[in-house]
T-cell receptor
Framework: QKEVEQNSGPLSVPEGAIASLNCTYS??????FFWYRQYSGKSPELIMF????GDKEDGRFTAQLNKASQYVSLLIRDSQPSDSATYLC?????????????FGTGTRLTVIP | DVKVTQSSRYLVKRTGEKVFLECVQD?????MFWYRQDPGLGLRLIYF???????EKGDIPEGYSVSREKKERFSLILESASTNQTSMYLC?????????FGPGTRLTVT
């Protein structure tokens, strides 16, 4: 089992819809969870992080964490064409220091105008 | 804003050459990382460092070495470049687990 798993997609949603991106992780001891956005040909950009169970909202983005189910998700409300990118889920590595992360392979999102 | 810079955006090298990739961060972060990113394989950790002169192997250290002589600078060295090291190389620095990436270096080894 991979440490972090994401649906590879691609996921297509119409403009204005809600995009839902999902991620599961294997290490029950993980404490920190991150979402990165990566445009084609660019490097990953941190857009959200969450440490506690529940929801965390930042503008049109909401991160949701359920530690009991080992599940973290990212909702994008009122999706825009500029949201079209690959979204990477990352989880802290419990066994090593230096704030190491495991990354998923990403879900490609396309927002159709 | 956190700023992480990498010495080159694109680099073409020949098989057997020694290659240096430089990374500099301006936020006084303790931790720095080198990844490579390949289609279908995602981000894979090569080496990381949690302090000056300290380095730790990541998941795929073979064929690579690193140097951290100053806190702000973390260098990745390909001792003898091979074609299977053609990839996008990403440097990151972190605070509180939040990693911030440089723009990346697309390395092609011919």
């Amino acid at each position: 089992q991979k440490e972090v798993e994401q649906n590879s997609g691609p996921l297509s949603v119409p403009e204005g819809a809600i995009a839902s991106l999902n991620c599961t992780y294997s290490d029950r001891g993980s404490q920190s969870f991150f979402w990165y956005r990566q445009y084609s040909g660019k490097s990953p950009e941190l857009i959200m992080f969450i440490y506690s169970n529940g929801d965390k909202e930042d503008g049109r983005f909401t991160a949701q964490l359920n530690k009991a189910s080992q599940y973290v998700s990212l909702l994008i409300r009122d999706s825009q064409p500029s949201d079209s990118a690959t979204y990477l889920c990352a989880v802290n590595r419990v066994q090593t220091g230096a704030n190491n992360l495991f990354f998923g392979t990403g879900t490609r999102l396309t927002v159709i105008p | 804003d956190v700023k992480v810079t990498q010495s080159s955006r694109y680099l073409v090298k020949r098989t057997g050459e020694k290659v240096f990739l430089e990374c500099v961060q301006d936020m006084d972060h303790e931790n720095m990382f080198w990844y490579r990113q390949d289609p279908g394989l995602g981000l894979r950790l090569i080496y990381f460092s949690y302090d000056v002169k300290m380095k730790e192997k990541g998941d795929i250290p073979e064929g690579y070495s690193v140097s951290r002589e100053k806190k702000e600078r973390f260098s990745l060295i390909l001792e003898s470049a091979s074609t299977n090291q053609t990839s996008m190389y990403l440097c990151a620095s972190s605070v509180r687990g939040e990693q911030y990436f440089g723009p990346g270096t697309r390395l092609t080894v011919t």
